[in-house]
């Protein structure tokens, strides 16, 4: 199966920047979508941020301009770079990666997510 580690979220300030990381590991064979997803009290789970396995990627319209999601394959990491944060990015941030096992299964995997909370 497939592991997912994230890190780097915390308490920043309006207009500061903070680095999401999101780590995989398990009996992968190779990895394909690997997106950002943000979830807020009393809202849906919502796409942030997605790459593919060559590079194209796509963001939500709120998020344009200010992210910037990235993958390192022979980390098997994705990053969000968050700059110009505003106090509605406020919400837990999870990972999603589609990948496919030694066993040539394809699995969808999440991490555990981290907190983001812009304030003054």
């Known amino acids: 199966q497939v592991q997912l580690v994230e890190s780097g979220g915390g308490l920043v300030q309006p207009g500061g920047s903070l680095k999401l990381s999101c780590a995989a590991s398990?009996?992968?064979?190779?990895?394909?979508?690997m997106d950002w997803y943000r979830q807020a009290p009393g809202n849906q789970r919502e796409l942030v941020a997605g790459i593919t396995s060559g590079g194209f990627t796509n963001y939500a319209d709120s998020v344009k301009g200010r992210f910037t999601i990235s993958r390192d394959n022979t980390k098997r990491t994705v990053y969000l770079q968050m700059n110009s944060l505003k106090p509605e990015d406020t919400a837990f941030y999870y990972c999603k990666v589609e990948a496919v096992l030694t066993s040539r299964a394809i699995v969808v995997s999440w991490g555990q997510g981290t907190q983001v909370t812009v304030s003054s």
């Open positions: 398990g009996s992968i064979f190779s990895i394909h979508d």
